[in-house]
């Protein structure tokens, strides 16, 4: 089983389950990728008369594809497929793909497939030893060779194993390489909905899966120019040439998929055929086309297709690589980041000067050849790059960067120079929005205009800002719509570009309250401005440039329903500001230090040989032609010693290869010996089956004599059995005639017995309906009687009498129970008596403690008042005595009257004073009485308005008292 065209998703698996002859199978879960392999084989074992039956009432195979979320544990039906039974042979037939059915969800976009063939084998035990015929080997693996395929992950060896431990000997090296791509940003359609947000913030990346492990690559943020630096995958396999072509064939091509964040931009597929020529060492290398995922056809030109250049090599190890790989317990998949870095020395970094030792232009040249894993710097790489080109290519580098710290920017050019294709032209392109009128939407519309064409080397949406208020029938000028574009690109890719690809406007309403509203596209052809004529323009560097423009209006469209809804006018404005020249990679690099002295030549003819003697004395001082002198031995040092080290390392690998070539010949006299005898043994083997097949064959010719003599004697007996069994049918069906006639006159005796007895049921009817008249004349006359009155009088006495009965009891229950609850009453009122009693007794002493705490503050205020009155009169007195006591010398007598006056006004006070207090001293033991009475009596409490007034009674009269 394998499938083809599923969506890839993250943390999901595939699993294929089947019910058939009452027995459920499913295969293993596998990874949820766009090419899912099962590698697992699903048989039933069942009689020739059960599959017989299976075969004659057509009995379907459903097959279910199952996808299980392992995030959060759920499973669902993606698809499923029928299978007719019939269709299996015993001779192994092509697999078929068939389309998943009902599906839904991400699988409505391209069906997904199943390959599946299906074969009938027949057990080993079942064929007769006398039955031998000579078969070719089925192609298919049998029922218990079903996981001989399977991958397996060898955690002790750190490698994948293909097939089975005594088969599966050899060591092979897989590695997928991704060195660069081009043209990636036409993965970009003009048409998509445009986001907020930036895609490049994220990073692209290219991914695939070797053996269900997922690899990327390290990011890169620009399109036009993608840089990123070259990767390898490598992954140890242990498996044989068999099982390995075996398992490439049913996996014809690896997918590299392209990535924005999650989002799949581009999918190249890979075949790996190539890998099944020669499996000592052999590679896939080219460039391979990206398609979009929902792209069916390929693209025209490859000068405009985007394309990622892949290597894929498989290699044999040799023992030795084996063991050292072994030893080093290295993992079974390792990416190799082939950086560019070099490494300084420490001395080197303290003067800034840019040293390079040895053994870092050794591991860099390792890392250009793209040396295979575990291989040490001393083989020989696998590889068809130059050593020479590569160590010239490494010391260009070296001399370049060394040379910038020192120079004014002259790799700067030499690198620009690099990616500078030949023919290339600097374009300007102009895109102006004009106006839009006639917009016919059905509302208020506040709208903008937004667009982005990835191609001119942005893909950030162009937004006009502000939105404008256009209402129908309406002109309107959009602000801020002028955009200009500056890039570089041969006139070819520039029109196939424009041409295949239009600019698409939309046009979007802003709500204040609720999200944004595409209304409408309008489709622009940038094609249209190159079909202009040109018109020359002068440049500010001297040169000629051509200029082309148009002005054209279009029609927009509705987002919903295809019909016009307005117009758009659009000014197209293209500048060929002439060819971008490569700079002179010679001259970029020479340093500042010739130029001077060009300069200084040129001028000679105005100095005199003394100013000329100063000059050049002045000019060796200078610190640029200090360095540029110390620049140069360095490099004829750093030569040197870099040649005398390489012809060392070749005499090395010389040697190294005069060893492999010794191995290697006498394995292959190994090979060829064991060769040799398995072909002898064959030879014998062959040559014995050729005289048992002889043998055979005289069997087989008296065994068919012996056969047609058998028939005939058979046929005789057939015969003979055929005409006894005629004349058995003849006598039985002659009796069955003659008792069916018996049987008939029973059943006209049986019909007249049955007429006779229903005449008899109907006179017993009859009689029976007389009978009951009768009865219900009885009946009548016996109820007329006076004796039926009397005893229907007595029937009814005895109800009321039973009726009578139970209520008497009824009341005797409820009196005892009344009874009862009589007896409860009277204790409980005994107890609440008890209990009044206990609380009035409580309340009357809390009474007499109050009637008392009063009274004691009555006679302090009493005789605080007395005292008070006293000395107030004692000061009026006083006050009076000394008024008269100048009176008292004129005249005694008058003196003797007044003191009289005097105390008799003071016994009349004192007096009435006394009545006063006792009169106020009854009238509050009177309320205070009153309220005590009226609180024992149980009728009133202490928030009842009567019992508030009377303790604001009493409280006003011990007022006036004090």
Avoid at 71 to 88: K, P
Avoid at 854 to 862: P, S
Avoid at 875 to 888: D, Q
Avoid at 920 to 937: G, N, P, V, Y
Wanted: aromatic share 6%.
């Amino acid at each position: 089983l394998k499938g083809r065209y599923f969506p890839r998703l993250q943390n999901h698996q595939l699993t294929v389950e089947t019910k058939f002859d009452g027995e459920s199978m499913s295969t293993d879960p596998v990874g949820h990728t766009s090419s899912p392999f099962f590698g697992t084989e699903l048989a039933w074992e069942m009689d020739k008369k059960a599959l017989h039956q299976h075969r004659m009432q057509r009995t379907p195979i459903k097959l279910q594809c199952i996808v299980e979320d392992l995030s959060i544990g759920t499973r669902e039906v993606a698809g499923y497929i029928m299978l007719d039974l019939r269709m299996a042979q015993k001779k192994p037939q092509k697999a078929i793909w068939y389309p998943l059915l009902s599906t839904s969800g991400n699988y409505k976009k391209r069906k997904p497939e199943l390959q599946v063939m299906m074969t009938l084998e027949s057990e080993a035990n079942e064929d007769n030893e006398n039955n031998f015929t000579a078969q070719p080997l089925p192609k298919y693996l049998h029922k218990n060779q079903k996981r001989k395929h399977a991958i397996i992950i060898n955690s002790e060896g750190f490698f994948f194993q293909i097939g089975p431990n005594k088969r599966a000997a050899d060591h092979f090296l897989l590695s997928l390489s991704i060195l660069y791509g081009k043209n990636l940003i036409q993965l970009i359609p003009s048409s998509a909905r445009l986001s907020e947000k930036n895609p490049s913030v994220a990073g692209y990346y290219f991914r695939y899966y070797i053996f269900d492990n997922e690899i990327t690559n390290m990011y890169f943020y620009d399109l036009l120019n993608p840089e990123f630096k070259p990767e390898r995958a490598s992954v140890r396999l242990r498996s044989n040439p068999e099982y390995l072509i075996n398992y490439f064939s049913r996996n014809p091509a690896i997918e590299i998929d392209l990535c924005c964040g999650q989002q799949v931009l581009g999918v190249a597929q890979v075949p790996t055929q190539g890998l099944l020529q020669k499996l000592g060492s052999t590679a896939v290398d080219g460039m391979f086309h990206l398609l979009m995922p929902n792209q069916l056809t390929p693209w025209d030109s490859d000068a405009v297709a985007p394309a990622v250049s892949v290597t894929i090599t498989l290699r044999r190890l040799s023992q030795s690589t084996e063991t050292q790989a072994s030893k080093s317990k290295s993992n079974e998949m390792t990416v190799d980041r082939e950086n560019q870095g070099k490494r300084e020395d420490g001395q080197a970094k303290e003067k800034n000067q840019p040293i390079y030792s040895i053994k870092s232009i050794e591991e860099n040249i390792k890392t250009v050849v793209l040396d295979d894993e575990g291989q040490k710097l001393g083989e020989k790489p696998h590889s068809t790059y130059d050593i020479s080109t590569a160590v010239n290519q490494y010391l260009d580098e070296n001399n370049a960067k060394a040379t910038t710290s020192v120079l004014t920017g002259s790799n700067q050019y030499q690198a620009i120079a690099a990616r500078i294709e030949q023919g290339q032209h600097h374009y300007r392109f102009t895109i102006d929005l004009r106006t839009i009128r006639n917009l016919n939407v059905g509302f208020y519309c506040n709208c903008f205009l937004r667009y982005t064409y990835p191609y001119f080397g942005s893909s950030s949406p162009i937004i006009t800002a502000p939105p404008i208020e256009i209402t129908r029938n309406m002109e309107a000028r959009l602000p801020n719509s002028h955009c200009t574009f500056n890039f570089a690109c041969t006139p070819k890719m520039l029109r196939d570009t424009t041409t295949n690809t239009p600019l698409m406007v939309e046009v979007w309403h802003r709500d204040k309250v609720s999200n944004d509203v595409l209304m409408g596209l309008a489709q622009i052809s940038l094609a249209e401005v190159l079909q202009c004529d040109k018109q020359k323009i002068s440049l500010s560097t001297g040169s000629v440039g051509y200029k082309q423009s148009v002005k054209r209006t279009t029609h927009i469209t509705s987002s919903s329903e295809s019909k016009r809804i307005g117009n758009l006018d659009i000014i197209l404005e293209l500048d060929d500001l002439g060819e971008v020249l490569k700079p002179d990679t010679t001259a970029s690099r020479s340093s500042d230090v010739p130029s001077i002295a060009a300069n200084a030549h040129n001028q000679t003819d105005t100095y005199n040989h003394s100013d000329v003697d100063q000059f050049e004395k002045h000019y060796r001082e200078t610190p640029q032609y200090q360095a540029a002198l110390e620049l140069e031995i360095w490099k004829e040092k750093q030569k040197d010693l870099f040649l005398a080290e390489l012809k060392k390392k070749e005499e090395e690998y010389m040697r190294l290869m005069a060893q492999e070539w010794k191995q290697r010949d006498s394995e292959r006299e190994i090979l060829v010996r064991k060769k040799v005898d398995e072909y002898t043994k064959l030879t014998d083997k062959l040559k014995t089956s050729i005289a048992d097949l002889e043998k055979r064959e005289r069997q087989l010719t008296l065994g068919e004599n012996e056969l047609s003599r058998l028939r005939d004697e058979i046929q005789r007996e057939l015969q003979l059995k055929l005409n006894e069994m005629n004349e058995a049918s003849r006598r039985f069906q002659e009796d069955c005639e003659h008792r069916v006639t018996l049987e008939r006159a029973k059943v006209l005796d049986l019909e007249e017995q049955k007429q006779k007895l229903f005449a008899d049921l109907k006179e017993a009817e009859n009689r029976y309906r007389e009978r009951e008249s009768d009865f219900d004349k009885y009946k009548n006359q016996q109820n007329s009687k006076p004796e039926a009155q009397l005893r229907a009088d007595i029937n009814m006495l005895t109800l009321e009498k039973v009726e009578l009965q139970r209520k008497l009891d009824a009341t005797i229950k409820s009196k005892q129970h009344y009874k009862e609850q009589w007896s409860e009453a009277l204790k409980e009122l005994a107890r609440l008596r008890e209990r009044e009693r206990v609380n009035e007794k409580t309340r009357l002493q809390k009474q007499a403690r109050e009637l008392e705490h009063l009274r004691l503050r009555y006679l302090a205020q009493e005789e605080k008042g007395v005292m008070k009155n006293d000395k107030n009169e004692l000061e009026t007195l006083k006050e009076e005595i000394k008024s008269l006591a100048t009176s008292i010398r004129q005249t005694g007598h008058k003196t003797q009257e007044l003191s009289t006056e005097l105390k008799e006004k003071q016994k009349k006070q004192a007096i009435a004073a006394e009545v006063n207090q006792e009169e106020l001293e009854q009238q509050i033991a009177r309320l205070i009485e009153e309220r005590d009475t009226l609180m024992s009596a149980g009728a009133y409490t202490v928030d009842d308005k009567i019992i508030r007034e009377l303790d604001k009674n009493i409280r006003d009269t011990l007022a006036r008292q004090a």
